[in-house]
């Protein structure tokens, strides 16, 4: 199946720092999701994207589909510990009906 | 129940044996998902099955690999002869019908179950 591009893979922040990262596909999509993952928990999503150019805050968190509707951005404005985890995105097309194709995570890690 | 719940949390299987993993979905969701997260890697798709139609089988990696979705509800992913390449995390997710979600709704994902072949 289709697996998005994901970048970085990794990334480690001083606490308070922001923090981005991306997501890209070859294909276009009509909705986009991100996820953040926790040690030993399953995925849980943070925000949902439906339309290119949206942009849609969680608290701290900021998504954005991009305008050509292949990829998508997520912001992490003054990180906390607690932010600590994996970071998914996830997105469908029209051909896809339900099913999402994720990301490969970008792995974050804030040092106190 | 209220979320997604998967088991065994883990498994630890020799070699060459079958092992049955377990998920129960969401009360009332139509979708379920499985895919399998290697150490450090993303989330593989497996199977995806969409109330009575037929599942989409396209991500299981072989034919030692199986799951059934009973009266649309629980779902048992079967690995037949384990190898240790099939070590892995075990997610299951499932969905209602897709409408737009708010925060908190779309895929919900169980806390999976850790797979290890030795």
């Known amino acids: 199946g289709q697996q998005l591009n994901q970048s970085p893979q990794s990334m480690f922040i001083q606490e308070g720092e922001d923090v981005s990262m991306n997501c890209t596909s070859s294909?276009?999509?009509?909705?986009w999701l991100w996820y953040k993952q926790d040690p030993g928990e399953g995925p849980v999503l943070l925000i949902a994207l439906y339309k290119a150019g949206e942009l849609t805050s969680n608290g701290r968190l900021t998504a954005q589909f991009g305008i050509t509707r292949k990829d998508s951005f997520l912001n992490i404005s003054a990180s906390i510990p607690s932010d600590v985890g994996i970071y998914f995105c996830a997105g469908r097309s029209a051909n896809t009906g339900n099913q999402f194709y994720f990301g490969t995570g970008t792995s974050l890690t804030v040092i106190p | 129940g209220a979320g997604v719940s998967q088991s065994p949390s883990n498994k630890v299987t020799e070699k060459g044996k079958d092992v049955e993993l377990r998920c129960d979905p969401i009360?009332?969701?139509?979708?379920l998902y499985w895919y399998r997260q290697s150490l450090g890697q993303g989330l593989e798709f497996l199977i995806y099955f969409q109330g009575n139609s037929a599942p989409d089988k396209s991500g299981l990696p072989s034919d030692r690999f199986s799951a059934e979705r009973t009266g649309g509800s629980v779902s048992t992913l079967t690995i037949q002869r384990t190898q240790q390449e099939d070590s892995a995390v075990y997610l299951c997710?499932?969905?209602?019908?897709?409408?737009?979600?708010?925060?908190?709704?779309?895929?919900?994902f169980g806390s999976g179950t850790r797979l290890t072949v030795v």
């Open positions: 009360s009332g969701h139509t979708a």
């Open positions: 997710a499932s969905s209602g019908l897709w409408i737009r979600p708010s925060r908190g709704y779309g895929y919900t």
């Open positions: 294909s276009i999509f009509n909705t």
